[in-house]
């Protein structure tokens, strides 16, 4: 064991709402082991940079409005380390004498410590590395719900709860394209704000389930012939049945103009294309499609308080479990076993190689494939971790 | 005068989130006046069809919750009332023997309520109209601002802060495309959250200024040079030269696929045009664009509590002024000619007439056309009427 004290902290990834409330919980946990807090700036980039910020010399008054920020306080990266890159990040950790290494970041950030502490067992070096979850995805194995994505879901659920009032007040299609590559948690969320069996969104269309045409057009005609309106949540990532992402064959199929400028690999497309289907061959003539884009990870205002809560304590924790273990770990949120009961929740510490870069999906009993909607189940999965609630204070006439 | 005291109220146009506080502002009013209130289902269109609803049944905690529910809660619509149309109406008003009739909406539906009150006028009947105004644009003449937009503006602040954020841990260009075809007030918006100078929107587009791709580029090098980064809001109305929309001359000169189904009228299409180009010319890898949709008037939980209050006491007021003369009238917040004094706003009335289908836009002391940036002057203006400041809770490291 190395004599000094000194902690390292980075934030990777995409930023959440969250991610400085994790990032103040490491700080003022190792402030009470008096170590000495270093941070790199846009996470592992600013380690091979040589670019670190003290910590340490931030007082509470600070560290409580740094921690209710958004984004990432000490930058982030969308660098994927390879084998050579993690070498070097070690050698410079080993360099400073960096007793802990705090990681906080999603899938690939987890995979990237996974590498590092490979190789701090194979030199026998003694930087213990730490992975602090965080992705508004909920992606994480082993993990209940990931920091950053109860935010996300309140976010998401708000945009369409107001989106139900909207049309009901002028009818017609709605298409909201949520993000979530893999997992359909984000997009399911759009559901936990709904009261009444009429309210939207009243279809919802995750990856995890291929997506088909015929299906989407029929489902969409029975609800508006219901209630001539439907309002519809589609996951950017949905897949036809051979797993390729719709949004990429859209893009391949279609034609660039004279000039070269129109490229549509923006994010609209998607949106655009769905909501014209349903125009031309549903003859709809009101039919509207947003895609929600960056502000369902970082819209300043719509913050879930138990998100904020167990970001914080999560990353407080990590600092009480390193006392009792120098491996490598990854700190979680417990599974629930049961979602009826009192929300309470446990962190525990698991093991890196178990949650690194694997990638974890909606269960089958939180979706329903007939009527193409979550259940009860997923509801009362997710709606603790969004918050209080806001709808007893409204009605519609 | 008639005898009888019925009154009629509906909403016109896009809904809002506080549209709901103006109706039960008025219900209130009339209330105390013992007066038989009356709904009409979807704007002018249920007068037409017949559709009525009691509202003098609702009690207080109905109401109380309806007036907090974004959207019509009566239902709006889009149709725009011909003169043979507004003919029809005014026959049902006085066969109901419709005392007041209480329209809220914006430039379209004021419009169709002069024609009616013309005819009122010419047939010599005894309705009196009266407009109470609604419109997240905040483009009705001789209106300081406009019930609606302090709710959108906020969602619009609150959106490009958190992004701001966000683009500065993962730094490159973000476009947001912000709703408001002829003025630019939402647009605008996007500034008021700022706090230090190197904070975004860096540059902002709006439809009062004609829009050149040699500015933009131009602009955007600049700032993206400076800081790394750079956030940019953009009007959906931004025009050339010569008057014409740009996101319509985009769709005009783009190509339509084989099988005819991407039509590319959605609303992504303004917002991947301007990123692509960005990434073209100016070979930036890093842009993002969002177009950012009905959450502008619709999302739970951004409301200003300004606007709501001033939404309620609008509806209030008309309903006492209307005690003072049966000449149809609208009602509105009076002009400030200072914006460094204390917020103070004085409910006035309009004659229907002046306000009625004309259109304002951003004063011209609210924009630099050097800097593409608005004034202090907007911000001065402009600030107030989000609500209370939420930025003192916040830091970067």
Same mark, same amino acid.
């Given at each position: 064991?190395?004599?000094? @004290?000194?902690?390292? !902290? ?6 959440? @709402? ?17 170590? @000495?807090?270093?941070?790199?700036? #846009? ?24 921690? @209710? ?17 993690? %070498?070097?990040?070690?050698? !410079?950790?080993?360099?400073?004498? !960096? ?5 906080? $970041? ?43 994505? $109860? ?13 139900? /009032? ?21 997009? &399911? ?12 969104? %009243? ?5 995890? /389930? ?43 199929? #279609?034609?660039?103009?004279? %000039? ?40 300043? $205002? &719509? ?83 969004? $918050? ?7 009605? !519609?006439?």
């Amino acid at each position: 064991m190395q004599s000094n @004290n000194n902690i390292l !902290i980075a934030q990777g990834g995409g930023p959440t @709402n969250v991610i400085n409330q994790s990032l103040v919980g490491i700080i003022n946990g190792e402030k009470n082991k008096n170590s @000495n807090i270093i941070g790199a700036i #846009n996470g592992v980039r600013g380690i091979i940079d040589n670019n670190f910020i003290k910590l340490s010399k931030f007082n509470d008054v600070n560290l409580k409005k740094i921690q @209710n920020t958004p984004g990432a306080a000490l930058g982030s990266t969308r660098d994927k380390p390879d084998e050579k890159y993690c %070498h070097e990040i070690l050698k !410079i950790l080993n360099k400073k004498k !960096i007793k802990r290494f705090y990681y906080i $970041g999603g899938n690939d950030s987890s995979d990237s410590l996974r590498i590092i502490s490979n190789y701090v067992k194979e030199k026998n070096y003694s930087t213990q590395c730490i992975h602090i979850p965080k992705t508004i995805d909920n992606d994480l194995v082993k993990n209940d719900h990931t920091p950053g994505f $109860g935010s996300a879901a309140k976010y998401v659920a708000q945009l369409f709860s107001g989106i139900n /009032y909207d049309v009901r007040s002028l009818p017609g299609v709605y298409l909201g394209i949520v993000m979530g590559r893999h997992a359909g948690f984000l997009t &399911a969320a759009s559901s936990l704000l709904r009261k009444l069996s009429s309210d939207g969104p %009243h279809l919802i269309f995750l990856p995890e /389930y291929s997506f088909k045409i015929k299906d989407f057009l029929e489902q969409v005609k029975k609800i508006y012939d219901k209630y001539g309106r439907c309002i519809i949540a589609v996951s950017e990532g949905i897949q036809d049945n051979k797993g390729n992402l719709i949004s990429k064959k859209i893009i391949q199929n #279609n034609e660039y103009d004279a %000039h070269g400028n129109i490229q549509l690999s923006g994010s609209g497309v998607l949106g655009d294309y769905l909501s014209n289907i349903l125009k031309t061959k549903l003859k709809i003539k009101r039919v509207r499609a947003d895609t929600l884009g960056y502000a369902q990870r970082s819209f300043l $205002g &719509a913050v879930s308080e138990v998100d904020q809560k167990e970001a914080y304590n999560i990353g407080l924790m990590a600092t009480k479990f390193s006392i009792k273990t120098s491996s490598p770990f990854s700190v979680a949120i417990k599974e629930r076993e049961r979602f009826d009961a009192k929300y309470n929740i446990k962190i525990i510490m698991n093991k890196l190689e178990d949650v690194a870069g694997k990638t974890k999906v909606m269960k089958k009993e939180f979706y329903d494939t007939k009527t193409f909607n979550v259940t009860k189940k997923f509801r009362d999965y997710c709606l603790p971790i969004i $918050g209080k609630d806001i709808l007893d204070t409204l009605s !519609i006439i």
